[in-house]
């Protein structure tokens, strides 16, 4: 019997992703699963019903119901996991760390939940990586955003009035937002900066045309994340860091780690001995942001001048790519288990196994299972 596959229109205010678009439905039904989407699934990312060709479409509750596999970019709200039925898988970028109501909920259904923020960071997973394709779109985003914030041209320009020099842009963090934003500054015509603990991000940064600032500190890690500073390193650090901010006009902090509040790298008092006009752009806002002044979806102005913009979802901002993209990556991990149809999971495979979280009623991911033990 075919595997039911079922999107739905996501509700979390200001999401416009899906997580199905009409490529990948197509690309599923090849493989002989059935697709069952919500009417309007896709409308908010510009994907119509009409473009699903050979599709159902139905009332949420109807496509629920059905479901033998939900693809979610916003985990599922406590009403969506009630009316899936026992056995049903889940799949999507699920947060386990916010909500240990949802985990339960998961595992009280008996719902095999995968998040796909857990996959494993291997060379085999890179095209499942909704973390890295998201993380893009966020860094391409975050600089047109402080571009248009700032009260300076990036680019260098030649004109009669004389020349203008190029806005000094400093990006904070050299993970794929990082990269992504070094780029996009770089193509605006901005003299680029790239600041990362990880010593082994320098050739990155460098290929891409920006200069590696060093700031004398080392914190390389495993996994491809930095490890903790001690207090001296971060002492260091902060000093360095404070005088070198005195004369930039844009800074994008990128950096965060899955799961875990965004590490504060730029403090007040960095803050207060910026110039006048100089913006910040905070990408790690909604996990508490790597500057001390930002808050989660608000621009605020501080007394000596800095503008501090703490955006939110930035992915959702341009939902066709970002759209396209996940899609694309929740396909990638549906391949590893869908044969003929059937979905059938290995769960010798790594890269399911580490991802899921709950399962036959029960929770996977350790992490995860002392958070809800404990809560």
Not at 325 to 332: D, G, I, P, S, V
Request: with cysteine; glycine share 8%; charged share 20%.
């Amino acid at each position: 019997m075919a595997t039911t596959i079922v999107a739905l229109r996501e509700t979390v205010p200001g999401e416009r992703r899906v997580a199905l678009t009409p490529e990948v439905a197509k690309k599923l039904r090849a493989r002989g699963a059935r697709i069952v989407l919500q009417d309007g699934t896709g409308a908010s990312a510009y994907f119509p019903d009409a473009t699903y060709a050979d599709s159902e479409i139905a009332a949420a509750s109807t496509a629920l119901a059905q479901a033998d596999v939900l693809l979610k970019v916003q985990p599922p709200s406590l009403e969506e996991i009630a009316a899936l039925k026992e056995g049903a898988v889940v799949i999507g970028h699920l947060q386990p760390h916010l909500a240990p109501e949802r985990t339960k909920a998961l595992r009280d259904r008996k719902i095999t939940a995968f998040a796909m923020e857990l996959l494993p960071r291997t060379t085999r997973a890179q095209a499942m990586d909704v973390l890295s394709s998201q993380a893009a779109v966020s860094g391409y985003k975050a600089v047109l955003i402080a571009a248009e914030a700032a009260p300076k041209f990036f680019p260098m320009l030649t004109t009669a009035a004389g020349t203008i020099r190029p806005s000094k842009v400093l990006i904070v963090g050299a993970g794929v937002a990082g990269l992504q934003a070094i780029a996009t500054a770089k193509r605006l015509g901005a003299q680029v900066e790239g600041f990362d603990v990880r010593p082994e991000t320098k050739e990155q940064i460098e290929s891409l045309g920006a200069k590696f600032l060093d700031l004398g500190v080392s914190a390389a890690g495993s996994g491809g994340y930095a490890r903790e500073l001690t207090q001296e390193e971060r002492d260091k650090q902060q000093q360095a860091l404070a005088d070198h901010l005195k004369n930039i006009d844009v800074v994008v902090t990128t950096a965060a780690v899955p799961g875990r509040k965004a590490p504060r790298i730029i403090s007040a008092a960095m803050v207060a001995g910026m110039r006048p006009g100089a913006v910040i752009v905070d990408i790690a806002a909604e996990t508490g942001g790597n500057c001390e002044l930002t808050r989660a979806g608000e621009f605020i102005t501080t007394d000596n001048g800095v503008g501090i913009i703490g955006p939110v979802n930035l992915p959702a901002s341009a939902p066709v790519h970002a759209s396209e993209m996940y899609a694309r990556n929740l396909y990638n991990f549906l391949e590893l288990s869908l044969k003929d149809g059937a979905l059938t999971l290995d769960w010798d495979d790594e890269l399911i196994a580490k991802t899921c979280i709950t399962h036959a009623g029960e929770i996977r991911h350790e992490p995860t299972k002392a958070l809800v033990d404990g809560s």
